[in-house]
């Protein structure tokens, strides 16, 4: 059985290693490059084989936000460390802030701007946040990356970190479909670690009844059932046996939520499925760490090649953060805020 450690470690490095392998093809389209199968130079950012990239930096700033704080969410902690990121380089594996999505610069420019702030200017800023990117088209995959430290602090409290799924997202990806990709995320993190007999298939099945509001990701999840009179397939098995030239991997947060479940769900180990996902190139870094920060919480830090782990540029940073939220779930004494 896998250690609830395991399990920790396992989600947080994952995002890191999968992002930094999906990182050299991010922008690139499948078919066009030298398939990945290990750490390679990423020749657009100029970075070293191993490095991660904006998706586990942002990640991090979650996790140690969530530590610094001793579990409790607030979020204009988490804002400010995402400034520090944009800023300083905060928890970035090159000291910098070389990679950054649109809707995360045009909103982390507005809390820029508002430098330190009460909580009544908090909702001010929002609100302009809200007006700027509360439209389909900020509707990236930005706030979703990073969302993976909720459901491994908050597993034991389900609501709450369904309720913090959702407003984790909202200072960079306001949208409600944003917010609800990182719920159904959360949700199934949350079944991994507090149910560990279930199955790929059981899980599967949770996801379909998910009780989505946004149209358009219940429609993504809802066109695998077979609708047939005389089923030949169960869902579960339709969704695993589609071909990735279905499956789109942009950076549009549906997509990426569908590609990083495809791969899981449709691969037997984490190193399998790990490659398979940022093979599909395009924004092949945060689906794949989308995909890393899941299947990691399955199969748990033993199951990811050591080369990978020990390959990572800056891993002290994560040996320390992965440190602190082991401890402080070991710790206990959070919960319902």
């Known amino acids: 059985m896998v250690s609830t450690p395991s399990r920790i470690r396992g989600s947080l490095y994952g995002t890191a290693v999968v992002d930094a392998l999906g990182g050299p093809v991010e922008f690139r389209r499948r078919g066009t490059f030298a398939p990945v199968t290990s750490y390679r130079f990423n020749a657009t950012f100029g970075l070293k084989p191993g490095t991660w990239t904006d998706d586990t930096s942002t990640m991090l700033c979650l996790a140690q936000s969530l530590v610094d704080t001793d579990g409790k969410f607030v979020i204009h902690d988490q804002i400010r460390k995402y400034v520090r990121w944009y800023q300083d380089g905060y928890m970035s594996a090159t000291g910098k802030c070389f990679d950054i999505g649109n809707a995360t610069r045009q909103s982390l420019d507005i809390w820029r701007e508002a430098g330190n702030i009460s909580a009544l200017e908090l909702r001010h800023y929002q609100n302009m946040v809200d007006r700027a990117l509360t439209h389909e088209r900020a509707c990236g995959n930005g706030s979703l990356m990073r969302c993976a430290p909720i459901p491994l602090i908050y597993h034991h409290f389900p609501v709450l970190a369904q309720k913090s799924a959702a407003l984790a997202s909202t200072p960079t990806h306001p949208h409600p479909t944003c917010q609800e990709a990182c719920q159904v995320y959360t949700h199934l993190i949350t079944l991994i670690m507090t149910k560990p007999g ?87 870094d945060t689906v794949g760490a989308v995909y890393g920060g899941l299947s990691g919480a399955w199969y748990g830090i033993e199951a990811i090649p050591n080369e990978w782990i020990d390959g990572l540029q800056a891993k002290s940073i994560l040996d320390e953060v992965a440190g602190g939220v082991v401890k402080l779930v070991e710790k206990g004494g959070y919960g319902e805020q």
């Open 198 to 284: 279930i199955t790929k298939a059981e899980l599967f099945t949770a996801l379909q009844e998910f009780p989505f509001t946004s149209t358009v990701l219940r429609t993504t999840f809802d066109r695998y059932k077979d609708k047939r009179e005389e089923q030949s397939a169960t869902d579960f098995e339709h969704f695993v046996q589609t071909p990735d030239f279905q499956i789109k991997s942009s950076g549009y947060v549906v997509h990426t939520l569908e590609a990083a479940l495809w791969a899981f769900f449709s691969t037997l180990t984490f190193q399998e499925g790990a490659l398979k996902v940022v093979n599909l190139g395009d924004d092949a």
